[in-house]
């Protein structure tokens, strides 16, 4: 009955497109047809009724990202220039850098809509300043696999930071008295599909790192679930992504591993210890903190090597030439209704 229901809201809401000059047959093809950009507050909307609600939130009601040296939390970061898991998003040179503290995450997910939110710092301040560089919510279906991405952002070079004391739901006409708006918060969709998160977000919604990996109790996680970023006409240009593996290959055996920046940034290569990480200090591109999948790395270095060395090549392997005998690739795709 869950099941009818959804699917009769979705074939509603695809009507109401039509209607609206965003039609066509399929999902695919009815997002793909439109005629215009949505606006942010059409966007919010249409993720809201496809997925779920995003409510309010306060970036300092989150969880803290830790950065620390050495495995200690620094009495005093002003001279702190490498840790031990630093973000590994690259910032700019003006900025403090990977290993800015006070980061924080929140997941506000709830049944089968998955929300997470981050708030980064990228210059230093206080811990509860209500100040942050940028704002981050996925919202993602685990029924169907539909995903929205928001974003917000201080401009380059600029150190003030903007209040995220309170976000805005990205479908919001009208906020408190004395609020930013969603319009006046968050880019537009077609300003963040220019960052591609999908791009290094390539077989799941929900990305692991050494650094989100402190407070990964805080966000949802979908491995092997459906997922579909072609909501709305601005991220249409995103890839497609597909998951990439080899026969009895162990890097499989928890997640799928997708083949875009995975294979093109060096992230499949970063996570095995084969490129340092940038902005770690020597004990973050050591042994085993530098080996950071599988998560929580416990293994010892001769194990690790036994274990997971040989499926690490096979997947480089196929990263360089996914058509050679023994590559499999697999299209990651919502749910086909």
């Not at 928001?150 to 004391?165: M, R």
Request: charge should be negative; proline fraction near 8%.
């Amino acid at each position: 009955m869950g099941n009818d229901c959804l699917h009769l809201k979705r074939i509603l809401l695809m009507a109401c497109m039509a209607l609206l000059g965003l039609g066509g047959c399929s999902k695919i093809e009815t997002q793909k047809a439109a005629s215009e950009p949505e606006t942010l507050l059409q966007y919010g909307q249409m993720c809201t009724d496809l997925i779920g609600e995003i409510p309010a939130f306060n970036c300092n009601d989150g969880e803290v990202v830790p950065i620390t040296v050495n495995g200690e939390i620094p009495k005093d970061y002003s001279k702190v220039t490498t840790c031990d898991k630093p973000a590994m998003l690259p910032y700019a040179d003006d900025t403090f850098g990977q290993c800015t503290p006070y980061s924080k995450v929140l997941d506000l997910s709830r049944g089968e809509v998955q929300i997470s939110a981050f708030c980064r710092r990228e210059y230093l301040r206080e811990p509860q300043s209500p100040l942050y560089d940028e704002v981050d919510i996925i919202l993602h279906s685990v029924a169907t696999g539909d995903t929205c991405w928001f974003h917000a952002e201080s401009p380059e070079g600029d150190s003030a930071g903007f209040d995220a004391s309170r976000v805005p739901p990205p479908n919001e006409k009208i906020p408190p008295a004395g609020r930013v708006s969603a319009e006046q918060f968050w880019w537009t969709p077609q300003a963040t599909a220019t960052k591609e998160c999908g791009s290094c977000h390539d077989a799941d919604p929900f990305m692991y790192s050494p650094y989100i990996g402190q407070v990964w109790h805080k966000v949802p996680t979908d491995p092997w679930g459906y997922y579909n970023n072609y909501i709305g006409s601005a991220f249409n240009s995103w890839p497609e992504p597909q998951a990439i593996t080899t026969r009895d290959n162990t890097c499989n055996g928890c997640h799928r591993i997708g083949n875009l920046n995975s294979c093109d940034m060096g992230i499949i290569a970063s996570a095995a210890g084969r490129m340092p990480i940038k902005g770690a200090n020597e004990r973050g591109n050591t042994y085993p903190l530098n080996h950071w999948m599988p998560a929580d790395n416990f293994h010892s270095e001769v194990f690790w090597n036994t274990v997971y060395s040989n499926s690490v090549d096979a997947l480089l392997s196929c990263c360089a030439d996914p058509n050679q005998t023994g590559c499999k690739l697999t299209p990651i795709t919502g749910r086909d209704f």
